[in-house]
């Protein structure tokens, strides 16, 4: 069974930083598109940022020139550095992980921005 486990979720203030990693347990880590989601207190589960097995990257218009989506192939591992953020940017934070019609999620973890 796939995990992924993430981690660097947190408390920072408004203008701050974090950067997330997601680990994968997949042997074929290179062949996945790597994402990630978010979903804030009483709505829908959006996309932040996705990184093709190419490296091409795909990003949310809200978080445009402030967070950075890359992965590690060697470390079976993708990152979300996240700079100059904001309250609206307070969410549960989800790894995504797909091939074609195979998905696999993270457990999430909690990104608060709050002074």
């Known amino acids: 069974q796939v995990q992924l486990v993430e981690s660097g979720g947190g408390l920072v203030q408004p203008g701050g930083s974090l950067r997330l990693s997601c680990a994968s347990s997949v042997s074929s880590f290179t062949i996945y598109t790597m994402g990630w989601y978010r979903q804030a207190p009483g709505k829908q589960r959006e996309l932040v940022a996705r990184i093709g097995s190419g490296g091409s990257t795909d990003y949310a218009d809200s978080v445009k020139g402030r967070f950075t989506i890359s992965r590690d192939n060697a470390k079976s591992t993708v990152y979300l550095q996240m700079n100059s953020l904001k309250p609206e940017d307070t969410a549960v934070y989800f790894c995504?992980?797909?091939?074609?019609?195979?998905?696999?999620w993270g457990q999430g973890t909690q990104v608060t921005v709050s002074s």
């Open positions: 995504r992980q797909s091939f074609g019609s195979v998905v696999y």
